[in-house]
């Protein structure tokens, strides 16, 4: 059974290499890879055993290469479009920032946020995740890479669980990575646009009342001051 779901992750991981959902191939890579790692050291034949580990040598390569690739979208790429918003400022929802390069062509996002700790900055990730839905038509892979919560009795956790189970009915996979040393706060598209914004996900301030405008349409939403800067490199367009 093991080796069955070694086999099936690591062919779709090649798959989805093949047409380019990177972010998704290097998941599957590294969720086979474990799985056959378990495989080997449970097997007993030396030539059966051999041969996981010349196996598990070639998908560690290419895995290596498909997150060296990944990380390359971050650095690469020319100034596209800078926005400087001040201090209270509104007119600056996600539609505002990202609409212009949201399209039928994204099948991949990457979130680096480092907060989303809080009961706003996830309902900040949700709503990112509505807007992505709506108007990226193919989209079917979004991860999250950020900082896990170790003081909210993983309050965090399963906010996350209910979102993927969201995202799955409409056939999108979310998953979730920790990192305890990241800073960086950027949203990385695979038509070739990487979005930095200097708070991240979370430069609205909060509504002054429930009944204002601003407390559901966030067009309306004050903002901290912050910088958005955009960066296109065609070579990371998987479109």
Known sequence: MAQMMAVTLLTRAIEYDVVGRKLEALKLYEDGIEALLKDS??????KKKQ??????????????????????????GVISDKIHIVEGATGYSYSRIFGK???????????EEPYVRDHYQICNVVMFCELSVSSCRNVKYIQLLTVKDSKNNDEQGRAFETLKESLQKQAVKFVVEYSEHMHDRQVILS?????????????????????????????????????????????????
């Not at 010349?54 to 390359?72: D, F, G, P």
């Not at 390069?101 to 979130?111: A, K, P, Q, S």
């Not at 430069?203 to 912050?226: I, V």
Request: hydrophobic share 30%; aromatic share 16%; with cysteine.
């Open 41 to 46: 050291k449970a097997e007993t034949d030396p």
């Open 51 to 76: 041969h996981y580990q010349t196996k598990i040598l070639e998908y560690m390569n290419r895995a290596e290469q498909v997150k060296e690739l990944v990380t390359r979208w971050k650095s690469n």
């Open 101 to 111: 390069y949201f399209n039928d062509g994204i099948r991949e996002i990457l979130i």
């Open 191 to 239: 038509n070739g646009y990487v979005v930095k914004i200097g708070r991240g996900l979370n430069y609205f301030k909060p509504s002054p009342s429930r009944y204002c405008l601003g407390a559901f349409n966030f067009h309306f939403r004050e903002c901290r001051e912050t910088n958005v800067d955009v960066f296109y490199c065609p070579e990371n367009n998987k479109s």
